[in-house]
């Protein structure tokens, strides 16, 4: 499985980005998906996770600003960011969690990260 991340860079604050995540080598309508973000000195945290069936999760400092959806017919996963805060400065996470039966179970990949810079 691999991971493509694209669409970061740096913003001012209140400004938008995409972020898109290419997926290969997997059934990506199977899968999970979801971005993370780890800012300098803190541990990486969720920001946002859609399931297989579409259902989406979001972290309560990104609700109302961020938006996951997911192309399965390109195998991508986006992230449409706005109104970005100094504090959404991350390097941003691709994660993929393949679904590969009861006795396997979810098998978790990532890809290389993205920045993302907020100046204030």
């Known amino acids: 499985v691999q991971l493509v991340e694209s669409g970061g860079g740096l913003v001012q604050a209140g400004g938008s980005l995409r972020l898109s995540c290419a997926a290969s080598g997997t059934i990506f309508s199977r899968d999970d998906m979801g971005w993370y973000r780890q800012a300098p000195g803190k541990q990486r945290e969720l920001v946002a996770t859609?399931?297989?069936?579409?259902?989406?999760n979001y972290a309560d400092s990104v609700k109302g600003r961020f938006t996951i959806w997911r192309d399965n017919a390109k195998d991508t996963v986006y992230l449409q960011m706005n109104s970005l805060e100094a504090e959404d400065t991350a390097v941003y996470y691709c994660?993929?969690?393949?679904?590969?039966?009861?006795?396997?179970?979810?098998?978790?990949?990532w890809g290389q990260g993205i920045e993302v810079t907020v100046s204030s």
């Open positions: 859609i399931t297989s069936g579409g259902t989406t």
């Open positions: 994660n993929l969690v393949e679904h590969l039966g009861r006795r396997i179970g979810p098998v978790d990949y």
